[in-house]
């Protein structure tokens, strides 16, 4: 069955680097057939998006909340995908989820991770 | 930006009865819309798209309706596993793909 599997979470000082993963698996079509998106959660808070990604890695888009902190990328040989997060504050402490986006029907979430938790805490 | 608003908060129904979910863009966004379930712990799950398409899986209990700027999420006979947190999201104008605050479905 489809399995998107995030990792790379933990507790990171404010300013600091961390690179979150999502690695995929079980897609009836190609990895590179999907648009990949991370959304992102805080504690006891609603859905935030946060970036997209092509399904060629052609194009990326990102919430103004992350622009020019985020850099998002895949790699469809591996069926990964990686965002580096840079500059973090405290409001982007939060669980992460990597979500699928078919990329020839209609742009919604189909498919989700369990979520990996960053905490940007001093 | 699309701003979504999603009432009420907190819905208290009893098990048995029917929920009715509203959501409310401020812009048109057609039929763009989807809904999601999220319970405790987990995350969210697609339930409707395209305002009343039913997602693989998903029981006809729930049912999407509406177009333009107002959406309703209809769940009848509500079970125990119902009870959890709805957003509306609509995908019509993005960046940014928005979300409703949520409504908590809690049992009465």
């Known amino acids: 069955q489809v399995q998107l599997v995030e990792s790379g979470g933990g507790v990171v000082q404010p300013g600091r680097s961390l690179r979150l993963s999502c690695a995929a698996s079980?897609?009836?079509?190609?990895?590179?057939?999907?648009?990949m998106h991370w959304v992102r959660q805080a504690p006891g808070k609603g859905l935030e998006w946060v970036v997209v990604?092509?399904?060629?890695?052609?194009?990326?888009y990102y919430a103004d909340s992350v622009k020019g902190r985020f850099t998002l990328s895949r790699d469809n040989s591996k069926n990964t995908l990686d965002l580096q997060m840079n500059s973090l504050r405290l409001d982007d402490t939060a669980m992460y989820y990597c979500?699928?986006?078919?990329?020839?029907?209609?742009?919604?979430?189909?498919?989700w991770g369990q979520g990996t938790l960053v905490t940007v805490s001093s | 930006e699309v701003v979504m608003t999603q009432s009420p908060a907190t819905l208290s129904v009893s098990p048995g009865e029917r929920a009715t979910l509203s959501c409310r863009a401020s812009?048109?966004?057609?039929?763009?819309l989807a809904w999601y379930q999220q319970k405790p712990g987990q995350p969210p799950r697609l339930l409707i798209y395209?305002?009343?398409t039913r997602a693989t899986g998903i029981p006809a209990r729930f049912s999407g309706s509406g177009s333009g700027t107002e959406f309703t999420l209809t769940i009848t006979s509500l079970q125990s596993e119902d009870f959890a947190v709805y957003y509306c999201?609509?995908?019509?104008?993005?960046?940014?793909?928005?979300f409703g605050q949520g409504t908590k479905l809690e049992i009465k």
């Open positions: 079980g897609f009836t079509f190609s990895f590179s057939s999907y648009a």
């Open positions: 990604i092509s399904n060629d890695g052609t194009n990326k």
């Open positions: 395209g305002a009343s």
């Open positions: 812009q048109s966004v057609f039929s763009n």
């Open positions: 979500a699928r986006e078919y990329s020839y029907g209609p742009k919604i979430f189909d498919s």
């Open positions: 999201q609509q995908y019509n104008d993005w960046p940014p793909y928005t």
